[in-house]
């Protein structure tokens, strides 16, 4: 994919202006998954997400540059601080609570949510939620009650290919080595 240095200026697609192309696009994400828990919450479904809650928080999830580029936007110190011990995400603290909230990966901003996806083999619609909030039949829900996650992951992709060169993605740990 050959994307123009004009296209990236206008688009603020450099390496300088990732991060802050990445808080809009995380923006969005925000936005449309409180919608979808708004809307659960109407059809009498609460998640169990809360803060504290960090079993999903596990130790082999990965990031893209961009992604790592808000975290050091936001959280320009944070190398200096001691990765979380192995077993859980680096970025965890020692009471359950994510240390880069603000700056959290796309991947952890719809955590929780019930979860739809096209198999690209099967060619059919897979869903899956967090094992505890599995009281909700997902099967049972609406497209719009659940999250479709293809089309954000493009989008990422997209923004990091256009930055990058590349969607290159790295274990969390690996943050405090690049
Ligand atoms: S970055 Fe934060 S929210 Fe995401 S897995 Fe790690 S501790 Fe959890
Ligand atoms: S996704 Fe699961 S483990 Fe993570 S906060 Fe929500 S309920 Fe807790």
Redesign the pocket.
């Known amino acids: 994919m050959h994307i123009s240095e004009e296209y990236k200026q206008s688009h603020g697609m450099t390496p300088e202006k990732i991060a802050d192309t990445m808080l809009d696009f995380y923006a969005r994400v925000d936005s449309a998954c409180e919608g979808i828990v708004k809307t659960l919450a109407q059809q009498g479904h609460t998640l169990k997400c809360m803060a504290g809650c ?1 079993q ?3 130790d082999d ?1 990965s990031i893209t540059k961009a992604e790592a580029a808000v975290i050091e936007k936001l959280f320009p110190a944070f190398r200096s601080l001691n990765p979380h011990p192995s077993g859980a ?4 603290d020692d009471h359950g609570l ?4 603000a700056a ?2 796309y ?2 901003r719809t ?1 929780g949510l019930p979860m739809r996806w096209l198999d690209e083999t099967s060619q059919t619609e897979e869903r899956d939620i967090c094992f505890l909030n599995d009281d909700i039949d997902i099967l049972s829900l609406e497209p719009t009650s659940c999250w479709t996650s293809q089309t954000a992951e493009i989008q990422l992709s997209i923004l990091n290919i256009a930055t990058f060169g590349d969607a290159e993605r790295i274990p ?1 740990r690996s943050f405090w080595e690049i």
């Not at 995400?89 to 965890?92: D, G, I, R, T, W």
């Not at 994510?98 to 909230?101: D, F, G, K, S, V």
């Open positions: 960090c999903c928080c596990i999830l995400c680096p970025f965890l994510c240390r880069i909230y959290r990966p991947i952890c955590h969390m």
